[in-house]
């Protein structure tokens, strides 16, 4: 079964950092890179959120845009993409932002404590998926359930696991003229067993690189599979 396309979308800093070491919350990137960020947020069908990231921020990003909010109401599309929450823990509080934001919510949560959501999903969301053996058994509930097209938001856990498993197809950074330092890298220090295919040096294809104002620049690239041997059931 051909599985979704995902795109990895993430503001960096200059050494490789996601947030601010005590202000995990405050947001690294400008103006162009929320411009590139709606942008790719028009583009899905779904947007892959790790639960730790809703419960640092409370809420998830919008499109605001009214030239891209228009575009997807042509196309007979909802305004805003799914939020596809990934969590292993039940504890959602209703009175955050997240909850009242204009957007359906779908909950993706592991099988083996499935007990724990029993009776259906927890409160405020719409749909639940179990995870499956791997990521591409997972992902094949949402080709199903009729995302095409992701993008993944975060934690960098989750964004190392998506890469562990080869099931990253497109990675867009917005590279900040930060130095910050911390724990918080947008590939976990302590990942192991990453694909040797994802470190050569054609796996991955510079898509589009430009500067985006306030210093930024954006590095859109595309993953390589041509030199690989087996496409597992992607593409």
């Not at 503001?11 to 929320?34: C, E, M, T, V, W």
């Not at 779904?46 to 809420?59: D, F, K």
């Not at 500067?211 to 690989?228: A, F, M, P, T, V």
Request: proline share 5%; with cysteine.
């Amino acid at each position: 079964m051909k599985l979704p396309r995902i795109r990895v979308v993430l503001a960096i800093s200059l050494d490789g950092r996601l947030a601010f070491p005590h202000q995990a919350s405050k947001p690294l990137g400008g103006k162009g890179d929320r411009h590139y960020l709606e942008k790719s947020l028009a583009w899905a069908d779904g947007a892959l959120i790790g639960g730790g990231t809703i419960r640092t921020h409370c809420n998830t990003c919008l499109i605001h845009d009214e030239v891209l909010l228009k575009k997807r109401t042509e196309e007979g599309r909802p305004k805003q993409p799914i939020a596809v929450v990934i969590s292993s823990q039940k504890d959602f509080c209703q009175k955050w932002s997240f909850f009242n934001q204009p957007i359906k919510r779908w909950l993706i949560s592991p099988s083996q404590i499935s007990s724990q959501f029993s009776g259906g999903p927890p409160v405020g969301y719409e749909r639940q998926f179990f995870m499956q053996e791997n990521w591409a058994n997972t992902l094949s509930q949402l080709t199903k359930a009729g995302l095409k097209r992701l993008v993944l938001l975060g934690g960098a856990h989750l964004v190392g696991s998506f890469l562990q498993a080869d099931q990253v197809d497109e990675l867009q950074l917005t590279l900040t003229p930060k130095i910050i330092g911390g724990d918080y890298n947008w590939v976990p220090n302590n990942i192991e067993n990453l694909p040797t295919e994802l470190s050569q040096s054609d796996a991955w294809l510079l898509s589009e690189n430009k500067s985006i104002g306030d210093n930024e620049l954006l590095l859109h690239y595309i993953r390589n599979y041509s030199s690989r041997s087996k496409e597992n059931f992607k593409r």
